[in-house]
């Protein structure tokens, strides 16, 4: 089979940008750590109630380290608050694990300009780790379709400025 | 056989009227225009939702309070009902048309169209009676009206039956044939209805054995991240599904309408491969945030994903180097002039050439995508529309509208109505969709949600006003480019007065010697087999709860379990 001597120059070209692009992808996760998220447990949504689920809301655990248990379900985030947009405060510079599940159907859980952005499913337990340096108010929002209150499903993190 | 001899030997303007290619009018006919009338159902929704997500725009249109479902119809009419009927006619008519001969069995033709066609009624009956605002992913544990994922059903048992016909008309020719060498448009739409059959177990298992199943009451529950990994299965190869036909055009019949030659036929046959295998083993790059499914696999598949990148860059190329060619016909000498040396007056050149421009920033976006990290920063936020909107909306359908800017002239036996109107179509279809690209793309940067009723949503992302509300001009544009072609395409029905000037832009036979194993599709299949336990077993094995089984109950879209 001929190949023309440019389009051969071509092919090693486009092998070449598209190695670069790997090898950027392994150093994102070498070098800079992002995580995707991974499977750490599944549970049976009928048993949300006798799980460490029971009761959602936010831990601390040690000097700005925190861990905030969240069950999405149609149409809100339980995140253990009872304001009309459910709300944490967590102070500037911590560590939140984010450990989450769906109680019926499937959510989503994005965090604005944050590296936060993973699904919750029913049957599964969703874990991700990310820390708040700046101060601010940023959204949890759900995007994932989970039904006609979806675009309403939406809590918020706030974080302050020093302890 | 007189009509045969003379299609052989002039190429016919028009679909000869004699004996049964009177039926191929009507088979190619039927499928395309019933293809455009899904489309007219979903495309015109897509400006209101660009309308209500504007914040300066979403008090406009109080009315549209059905958002969800609007946007279901939109995504199952245009994705689903719009491309398979198109394709399926465009393949017959290729086909056909490149070998000379009819379907191997034109009641076979006809019984997978009855059943496509019921798919649709049925899968209209279940959006308009609001019984199935799952969008047209349906992802468990969200549940549907039966007669949803039955009009499914039917839809790909259709094409299952269409592609055993082409297969049939392929090794009847073949036989006849031993040593010709097989038209490039007829082995790419091979490719294309095995990459098809293939994906669609994926989707057919998940609804035969999860999802209507438990519609019809006779299980109870489901399990969101197995579904989810069966449809994807499907839903990547499905894109190339939509994307191959348009590279057909490109490669097969683009050279002929811009008086140029293929550059390489045989690396255009590659690439049809690599599309063929590769395709397959990529569906994880939709779950990268999926909980259920593990790093390495994701990892995994995001290699194969970056292979199967290759034959579409080699496609840059092959189809590059065909219209240098055409614009150095056309007296262009410089480096670079060649690119608007072109026929920019015909409809049907203007609108491939800007499919392909907005195929380059759907194609990098893509890339972008499926860069497993970097999706963390994109996933379900409206980059995501705005990326498949260059490609599908943008690449896929507005080479579709220009090969209706031939077919359709020549299913009717008369002019186009208007090549001036469908000049203005192709521009505004091009600069409406790079500025819903722009916008949308931004505003996912930004951190605006994808599948949202914005209008109705109770927070606003104030960064991201600006770009929603310059999302409206594309809109706009877009809304006024859906109106002209469908102008045109009734205008060319009923209206036109011109007589046919242009011919189909078919092969029949090919000049460089592509090598026959080529057309070793047990092998392709072999290896498509291998590639699926190595990409797809881990993740089924994965996401399957062997203990337990299915846990979750089916909801109502509306609120509520679930209740046949
Ligand atoms: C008139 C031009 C169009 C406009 C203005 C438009 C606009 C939109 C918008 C704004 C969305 C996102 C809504 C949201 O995420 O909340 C969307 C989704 C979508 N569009 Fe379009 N669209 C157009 C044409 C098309 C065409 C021609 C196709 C395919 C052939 C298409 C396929 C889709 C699909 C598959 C979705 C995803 C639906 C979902 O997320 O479930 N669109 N469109
Ligand atoms: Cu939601
Ligand atoms: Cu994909």
């Known amino acids: 089979m001929h190949i023309d001597r440019l389009e051969r120059y071509w092919i090693i070209a486009v092998g070449v940008v598209l190695g670069a692009f790997g090898a950027a992808i392994v150093a994102s996760v070498v070098v800079f750590g992002v995580r995707l998220p991974s499977p750490v447990g599944r549970i049976d949504p009928a048993k949300i109630k006798e799980s460490e689920f029971a009761t959602p809301g936010l831990t601390q655990d040690g000097d700005h380290t925190y861990t905030l248990r969240v069950v999405a379900k149609m149409w809100k985030f339980d995140v253990g608050s009872k304001e009309p947009q459910p709300t944490i405060k967590i102070p500037a510079g911590s560590r939140l694990k984010i450990i989450a599940t769906s109680l019926d159907v499937t959510h989503g859980f994005y965090v604005e300009q944050h590296d936060v952005n993973v699904m919750l499913l029913p049957g599964q337990i969703s874990q991700v780790e990310v820390t708040f340096n700046k101060p601010g108010v940023f959204h949890i929002i759900c995007h994932e379709y989970c039904g006609p209150g979806h675009q309403a499903m939406v809590a918020a993190i706030e974080v302050n400025e020093g302890n | 056989m007189q009509h045969t001899k003379a299609l052989t030997i002039t190429p016919e303007l028009t679909f000869p009227k004699v004996g049964f290619l009177t039926s191929e009018q009507w088979i190619v006919g039927s499928h395309v225009l019933t293809g455009l009338m899904a489309l007219l159902i979903g495309i015109f929704l ?41 394709i399926v006619g465009f393949s017959y008519f290729t086909v056909m048309r490149s070998l000379k001969r009819n379907m191997w069995s034109t009641k076979l033709v006809w019984a997978a169209y009855v059943l496509m066609l019921v798919g649709l009624l049925l899968v209209v009956y279940a959006l308009v009676t609001n019984q199935a605002n799952v969008l047209y992913t349906f992802y468990p544990s969200l549940i549907a009206h039966p007669a949803f994922y039955l009009g499914l059903v039917l839809l790909v048992v259709g094409t299952w039956l269409v592609t055993a016909n082409l297969f049939l008309t392929y090794m009847l020719w073949r036989k006849e044939n031993p040593q010709e060498h097989l038209p490039l448009a007829v082995f790419a739409t091979l490719t294309n209805f095995v990459l098809w059959c293939v994906a669609s177990f994926g989707v057919a298992i998940e609804v035969l054995f999860m999802l209507l199943p438990l519609s019809l009451g006779l299980i109870s529950h489901t399990d969101p991240q197995a579904g989810r990994a069966l449809f994807w299965f499907f839903g990547h190869p499905l894109v190339y599904f939509w994307l191959l036909p348009a590279y057909t055009s490109w490669y097969a019949m683009l050279p002929k309408q811009a008086n140029s030659r293929i550059f390489s036929d045989p690396l255009a046959r590659v690439a049809f491969i690599l599309l063929m295998i590769f395709s397959i083993p990529v569906g994880v790059h939709h779950m990268f945030t999926d909980p259920g499914v593990s790093a390495v696999m994701k990892g995994i598949q995001t290699v194969f994903t970056f292979v199967v990148a290759i034959p579409s860059l080699l496609t840059a190329f092959n189809v590059g180097a065909m219209l240098e060619r055409a614009g150095r016909n056309r007296g262009a000498k410089g480096p670079f002039d060649w690119m608007w040396k072109q026929d920019w007056r015909n409809p049907v050149i203007a609108a491939q050439i800007s499919a392909m421009i907005l195929f380059i920033t759907g194609g990098i976006s893509g890339i972008m995508n499926a860069s497993l990290t970097l999706n963390i920063a994109l996933h379900n936020t409206s980059w995501i529309p705005a990326h498949f909107h260059q490609t ?15 077919l359709i002239p020549m299913i009717r036996g008369r002019g186009l109505y208007s090549a001036n109107v469908a000049l203005w179509q192709v521009h505004t279809w091009s600069i409406g969709m790079m500025i819903f690209g722009y916008t949308y793309g931004a505003a996912g940067l930004l951190g605006v949600p994808r599948r949202t009723d914005l209008g109705a949503a109770p927070y606003i992302n104030e960064l991201a006003v600006p770009y929603l509300n310059a999302s409206v001009i594309g809109g706009v544009l877009l809304l006024i480019s859906g109106i002209l072609f469908f102008v045109n395409i009734f205008g060319t029905l009923f209206f036109s007065k011109a007589p046919l000037t242009e011919e189909a832009p078919i092969d029949t036979y090919v000049e460089s010697k592509s090598p026959l194993w080529m057309e070793k599709w047990g092998l392709w299949l072999s290896i498509v087999a291998i590639l699926c336990v190595i990409a797809w077993v881990p993740v089924f094995l994965e996401v399957f709860d062997f203990t337990n089984g299915f846990q979750t109950p089916g909801y109502n879209p509306n609120g509520g379990i679930y209740k046949p």
């Open chain 2, 46 to 86: 897509g400006p209101f939702q660009v309308f209500r997500r504007a914040p300066a725009l979403k008090w406009a249109i109080p009315v549209f309070s059905y958002y969800y479902q609007a946007l279901t119809v939109h995504g199952v009419m245009n994705a689903l009902f719009f491309t398979t009927f198109f």
């Open chain 2, 392 to 406: 599908l909306g943008g690449a896929v359908t507005l080479t579709f509208m220009g090969i209706c800017y031939w």
